[in-house]
T-cell receptor, first 113, second 114 residues
Framework: DGGITQSPKYLFRKEGQNVTLSCEQN?????MYWYRQDPGQGLRLIYY???????QKGDIAEGYSVSREKKESFPLTVTSAQKNPTAFYLC????????????FGAGSRLTVL | QQPVQSPQAVILREGEDAVINCSSS?????VHWYRQKHGEAPIFLMI?????EQKGHDKISASFNEKKQQSSLYLTASQLSYSGTYFC???????????????FGKGTLLTVNP
């Protein structure tokens, strides 16, 4: 079955450490997205990519970095510069950018100790 | 900027109707609606495009007022399975098309009781 796989599901990190969240899709989608979800804040866009080797900052990109070297992969690195990284992170993809249905992964919950 | 959703929460009895509103300060290319149950990924409900085209489920309806940059989601004869948090997402209008940046509101928590 086609879908989006996020890993790990749960991750604990010490302050000052970088951590990378994996997102892989086998839907042959061109566009991919990373959102952060905090209680009462909805889904906030971190980064998005319309095609391979290209990505744009979302609304809360500070302290995060991404790469899009392959169509099926869009990893997110949470750096030590992110002041409040504890959150639920959702990856999504769509056929193309612009008015297309998003398919979401199951999410990764990051906790900073 | 995130679109503004209202109400923040609503409680219904099975069979009652509800309306969830979404408004933006920007000219919109499209409005998306998703539902998320606790601990799960959001799932797609509806897309409304500038110009009137809609894509979505038969049992859920929505409207899009392009002049006011507002959308409403209509849930009729609610069922227990309708419970969850509803998010609207908006794409702004830019250079004759979408800016390709889908921004979501803070969500509306819908609870349907027996």
């Amino acid at each position: 079955d086609g879908g989006i796989t996020q890993s790990p599901k749960y991750l604990f990190r010490k302050e000052g450490q970088n951590v990378t969240l994996s997102c892989e899709q086998n839907l042959n989608h061109d566009a991919m997205y990373w959102y952060r979800q905090d209680p009462g804040q909805g889904l906030r866009l971190i980064y998005y990519s319309q095609i391979v080797n290209d990505f744009q900052k979302g609304d809360i990109a500070e302290g995060y970095s991404v790469s899009r070297e392959k169509k099926e992969s869009f990893p997110l690195t949470v750096t030590s510069a992110q002041k409040n990284p504890t959150a639920f992170y959702l990856c999504a993809s769509s056929i193309g950018a612009g008015a297309n249905v998003l398919t979401f992964g199951a999410g990764s919950r990051l906790t900073v100790l | 900027q995130q679109p503004v959703q209202s109400p923040q929460a609503v409680i219904l009895r099975e069979g009652e109707d509800a309306v969830i509103n979404c408004s933006s300060s920007k000219a919109l290319y499209s409005v998306h609606w998703y539902r998320q149950k606790h601990g799960e990924a959001p799932i797609f409900l509806m897309i409304l495009l500038k110009g009137g085209e809609q894509k979505g489920h038969d049992k859920i309806s929505a409207s899009f007022n392009e002049k006011k940059q507002q959308s409403s989601l209509y849930l009729t004869a609610s069922q227990l399975s309708y419970s969850g948090t509803y998010f609207c997402g908006t794409e702004a209008w830019q250079s004759g098309g979408s800016n390709y940046k889908l921004t979501f509101g803070k969500g509306t928590l819908l609870t349907v009781n027996p």
